[in-house]
């Protein structure tokens, strides 16, 4: 059973950062298998955001709201994924969670198999 979980979460003031982990476990893992992985965002009335994500080669990906300010980037000897969040903004605030299994599309707006439970992330001007 594939699980994942993510933590690192809290309160930072605007200009903060955070840094996100995403532990994930499985037989799949275990396999050394390459896969895909993201982290995504959501606000309360709002659709499921793409923040950033890493493909089966290691490329990554990020929304054009993050780019140069979020870094994702993933462990894979102690299979964690990480987001390192820079330069944070109060319209960073969300609901963060890490994903794998991408069952099809892109890795950054694909759909996914697992999920975590998310991590919040609130970020004060």
């Known amino acids: 059973q594939e699980q994942l979980v993510e933590s690192g979460g809290g309160s930072v003031q605007a200009g903060g950062s955070l840094r996100l982990s995403c532990a994930f476990s499985g037989s799949r893992y275990n396999r050394q298998e390459t896969y895909c992985m993201g982290w995504f965002r959501q606000v309360p009335d709002k659709m499921r955001e793409g923040v950033a994500a890493v493909d089966r080669d290691g490329t990554p990906s990020y929304a054009d709201s993050v780019k140069g300010r979020f870094t994702i980037s993933k462990d894979n000897v102690n299979n964690i994924l990480y987001l390192q969040m820079d330069s944070l903004k109060p319209e960073d605030t969300a609901m963060y969670y890490c994903?794998?299994?991408?069952?099809?599309?892109?890795?950054?707006?694909?759909?996914?198999?697992?999920w975590g439970q998310g991590t919040q992330v609130t970020v004060s001007s």
């Open positions: 994903a794998s299994g991408l069952l099809g599309g892109s890795p950054l707006a694909g759909e996914y198999k697992y």
